[in-house]
């Protein structure tokens, strides 16, 4: 039952709330890198994630975790861990999205892609969570036990 009350804390919600703007955000920005601009699906993926990354940073620093950590002491923990997440949830999707193609030969592969890009971004954001909450914006309080 602590589990249960930890993870429906509220830094969950506000990092739900960050992560409705900044993933529409950065996957408006996969889309139409990859859709309107023709660029591939790592470059259009990575792109996408960069500029909702900022968004992230900005917002899970200030609102979501409200973190007294130096922006010098948090900015590379943040990169290492939406680099981590990045290339593992896309990684997986990706992979998934080209063994569908070799069984679904009539689908495009554009829109097995398009798929893996929202696959992809729904395991990346359980990642960042966990990745940011205990590591990059850690706090004396989730030492002692306390969530924010």
Do not use: Q
Not at 36 to 58: E, M, R
Not at 108 to 119: M, P, S, Y
């Amino acid at each position: 039952m602590a589990y249960v009350k930890s993870l429906l804390s509220s830094s969950l919600i506000r990092f739900l709330l960050v992560g409705v703007l900044n993933t529409l955000v950065g996957l408006s920005a996969s889309f139409a890198l990859f859709n309107l601009w023709d660029w591939n699906y790592w470059v259009s993926t990575f792109g996408g994630n960069t500029i909702g990354a900022v968004v992230s940073y900005v917002l899970n620093r200030s609102f979501t975790f409200r973190s007294k950590a130096s922006i010098g002491s948090s900015w590379w923990k943040f990169v290492l861990v939406i680099l981590i997440c990045y290339f593992v949830s896309y990684g997986i999707s990706w992979l998934l999205a080209e063994a569908l193609a070799s069984y679904l030969t009539n689908a495009g592969t554009g829109w097995l892609h398009n798929g893996a890009i929202l696959v992809g971004n729904g395991i990346y954001t359980i990642g960042n969570y966990v990745g940011h909450k205990y590591f990059t914006f850690r706090t004396h309080d989730h030492l002692e036990g306390r969530t924010s």
